[in-house]
């Protein structure tokens, strides 16, 4: 059974830090990319960040380019998403998400999921 089981999420004031973490199970960790997205109320899904099997690419969405960094790490099996100054507008639900190999940024494009936790950023 393929788990993923995010946390680390909360309120934070705007230009604060949060670190997310994704727990991954059931799946030959080593050979996934992992992807992260968000979801506002009355927004899609949204690409954030991805890290390719081996961590050796990553690749982000512009609105986090220079404030978010993703991280693996293929012998404990998570992932993390370090998101530093952020703002109102990063308010949403993160998940974290597993396909094989390589990045997309469609959220289709990936197999496994996790539920999501909140980040709400204040003004």
């Known amino acids: 059974q393929v788990q993923l089981v995010e946390s680390g999420g909360g309120l934070v004031q705007a230009g604060g830090s949060l670190r997310l973490s994704c727990a991954v199970s059931?799946?030959?960790?080593?050979?996934?990319?992992m992807g992260w997205f968000r979801q506002a109320p009355g927004k899609e899904r949204e690409f954030v960040g991805g890290?390719?099997?081996?961590?050796?690419?990553?690749d982000y969405a512009d609105s986090v380019k220079g404030r978010f960094t993703t991280s693996r790490d293929n012998v404990k099996n998570t992932v993390s998403l370090q998101m530093n100054s952020l703002r109102p507008e990063d308010t949403a639900v993160y998940y974290c998400a597993a396909r094989s190999w390589t990045i997309r940024t469609k959220a289709d494009d990936y197999s496994y999921w996790g539920q999501g936790t909140q980040v709400t950023v204040s003004s």
């Open positions: 059931g799946l030959p960790f080593s050979t996934y990319a």
């Open positions: 890290i390719k099997y081996n961590g050796a690419t990553t």
